[in-house]
Nanobody
Framework: QVQLVESGGGLVQAGGSLRLSCVVS????????MAWFRQGPGKEREFVAG????????AYADSVKGRFTISRDYRKNTLYLQMNGLKPEDTAVYYC????????????????WGQGTQVTVSS
């Protein structure tokens, strides 16, 4: 079973930056789709960004395009989310997720999830 552990969350002022990390228990296969989701209080879990582990193709939610960057270091078995220009609306628990066979923004279709890391952006 794939295990994912997120870290890097914290409290920042609007306009600040954070980098989230997600360590995968084992080296992911090149075909794995890795993604970041977030869930704010009273809100549904939503897609933030995704990447094919071996291919480098990326996708972003419209709300974060131009501000967030997803990347991975396969040698370290680590997925990253660089978040710049943070806004209060970005406040949420951020989760990394993995699926071995599909590219999707639907959280219900992902097989593996981390426990989440809290990001709080103050105004």
């Amino acid at each position: 079973q794939v295990q994912l552990v997120e870290s890097g969350g914290g409290l920042v002022q609007a306009g600040g930056s954070l980098r989230l990390s997600c360590v995968v228990s084992e080296r992911a296969f090149s075909s794995y789709y890795m993604a970041w989701f977030r869930q704010g209080p009273g809100k549904e879990r939503e897609f933030v960004a995704g990447i094919i582990w071996g291919g480098g193709s990326t996708a972003y939610a419209d709300s974060v395009k131009g501000r967030f960057t997803i990347s991975r270091d396969y040698r370290k078995n680590t997925l990253y989310l660089q978040m710049n220009g943070l806004k209060p609306e970005d406040t949420a628990v951020y989760y990394c997720a993995a699926d071995p066979s599909r590219t999707t923004t639907n959280p219900s279709l992902y097989n593996y999830w981390g426990q989440g890391t809290q990001v709080t952006v103050s105004s």
